[in-house]
């Protein structure tokens, strides 16, 4: 279905049913991507700062403006097709990630492992692939040929995901 893009040094985990090829970090730059590039600044405000514990997908009813970490993206509607994800940890100290899975059904919880305090990624269906484990500053990308529907972006670091580090990208 697409192909993957990961940085250099980071695991590709076994969920990925997918021809996977690794790069170089330096190779990820906009100039060698075709079709679409999403931005993704993978932010906190700082890790002294309170984590949310309530913050998670599925969003309705929530006040994400209480988030102290989250994902940005430079645009959240694209054309199906090719998508470059050009993914930058933008913490000055944590690490985080992103993983993208299509979302069949907006209102439905993710399987979530409370004691782990992170998603059970290995039991979702629709997992695409995920550039792991970033440290601060570091970048890493994702190239997929994205077909119609909502995907959802989310760091799956320890606690970040029901602190609100998720966000909807929609592909028409
Ligand atoms: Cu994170």
């Not at 993914?87 to 209102?107: F, G, P, Q, W």
Request: charge should be negative.
């Amino acid at each position: 279905m697409s192909k993957v893009l990961q940085s250099q040094g980071y695991a590709l985990r076994r969920f990925l049913p997918i021809a996977a090829l690794v790069i170089g970090v330096g190779m990820a730059s906009s100039s060698h991507a075709a079709g679409t590039v999403v931005n993704v600044s993978l932010w906190d405000k700082g890790a002294e700062m309170p984590m949310a514990t309530d913050l998670g997908f599925p969003g309705a009813g929530k006040d994400m403006s209480k988030a102290t970490m989250g994902i940005a993206v430079s645009v959240d509607t694209v054309s199906a097709g090719e998508t470059t994800f050009e993914v930058l940890n933008s913490s000055k100290e944590s690490i985080h990630e992103m993983i993208i899975a299509r979302i069949r059904d907006l209102t439905r919880f993710l399987p979530y492992i409370s004691s782990e305090s992170r998603v059970d990624e290995d039991r979702m269906p629709d997992v695409l692939g995920e550039v792991s484990e970033l440290e601060p500053g570091k970048t890493g990308a994702l190239r997929f040929d994205l077909t119609p529907g909502k995907y959802l972006l989310f760091c799956n670091v320890p606690g970040h995901f029901v602190s609100g580090m998720w966000t909807i990208i929609t592909v028409k």
